[in-house]
């Protein structure tokens, strides 16, 4: 069960190779070659073959890679057959929105708990779950073998709800709060914040156009 | 005006370096060396020399960088004096955190309209905007001169909804639905759905914990 050391890079292209290998298993599509996943996913059928081959390698020529081998390979390395609780503070809308979600994912993720620090979110329901107050991430952490912790809280209370993970023993994070957080080494952090991702869409709008379109500049 | 090529990795440090330069000079640190950015944000220093320098040189030796300077810099190459108008559909909770959030951002995304599929949601007010029906998309896109689209609706819908942006002619569109959108060449897509990053957070929890601590699949 060994294998080598997967860079961040191909890691982060796992869950997407996952994603579109369900769809194509949805549409009950048995086979699909490195150049069909590669127009799916704007890479380079070269590049797929190269991440996939990190992992054993399965496609054969003329044929491509069976769709389900994939699948099962995937969600092994991933390790989504086991599930991981996760425990998310701020009960707003996104921590709703993010509640909702985990209701019809099949993934391995299982939000088990929810927190807010204001008084009158605690108490309320999400779903089937209560909204509880922070005094009690320790121990429900601890209990219910939680072991990650997602911020949505505003950016200024995001380092003090991620100390209190960190105190409370969670092993990842998962930051959608606009702060850059600060954690040991021994805790993985992963930003969510849509916010960079705004911006750096824009700079390619705005880039890609050359110089001369900047009529919304003058407008507002 | 004109620069090299900024590579899409600088591009994607870029709203990182400005979220942590805006935050020294709220505490009003005038400069930083590329020893603290680096610490800030578990980065290599020479690392951010080489990205500053990207976009000419402003470290001064045993001094530092200029934290204004910077910010202005950056923000210059991103544009963000510039107001982009974006529109997003699917008035749910994640469409309602984002219109939230835009209340408060400082940068240069304004949501300018929201739009859902669903007739129970059309006509409901989201702060100051009213949500409109699908059919008044590209009228709107072209009258309030729209650019990038954000698309929070279940996956089943994500692409319909990427259609009818590419229609109505937005350069850009931010996807939160998780699913693997075509669009085409001259259109450019950035993935915002937090599964992803959640798939590979485990990755490294799972991976790094070694294969004795296995205890949570026995659990459920």
């Known amino acids: ?46 590049q797929i073959r190269k991440d ?13 890679y069976d769709v389900i081998y994939l699948i099962e390979k995937i969600r092994q390395i991933l390790k989504v057959n086991q599930t991981i609780k ?9 921590g709703l929105a993010l509640c909702n979600y985990n ?3 099949k993934d391995n993720m299982k939000i088990a708990a929810v927190f807010d620090v204001h008084p009158d979110k605690v108490g309320t329901h999400i779903n089937q779950l209560i909204v509880q107050p922070m005094k009690e991430l320790a121990s429900v952490v601890e209990s219910e073998n939680i072991r990650i912790g997602i911020i949505t809280v505003p950016a200024h209370e995001a380092q003090n709800v991620a100390n209190q993970f960190i105190a409370a023993g969670v092993e ?3 930051n959608f709060a606009p702060a850059i957080l600060r954690v040991p080494d021994d805790v993985r952090i992963h930003n969510a ?10 700079y390619y709008l705005n880039h890609e ?8 500049s003058a407008m507002d």
Do not use: C, W
Request: proline share 2%; hydrophobic share 40%.
């Open 1 to 46: 069960m060994k294998q080598a050391k997967i860079s961040e890079a191909v890691v982060r292209r796992l869950p997407i190779y996952l994603q579109v290998l369900n769809e194509l298993h949805s549409r009950e599509i048995q086979t699909v070659s490195s150049q069909e996943l590669g127009v799916k996913l704007d890479l380079n059928p070269a």
């Open 52 to 64: 996939l081959a990190y992992f054993g390698e399965f496609g054969r020529k003329g044929i491509g």
């Open 86 to 94: 996760v425990a998310l503070v701020g009960a707003g809308n996104l």
């Open 103 to 105: 209701k019809y994912a």
């Open 172 to 174: 990842g994070i998962l």
């Open 193 to 202: 914040d849509f916010t960079r991702e705004l911006l750096s869409l824009a």
């Open 209 to 216: 156009d050359g110089e001369g379109d900047t009529d919304e």
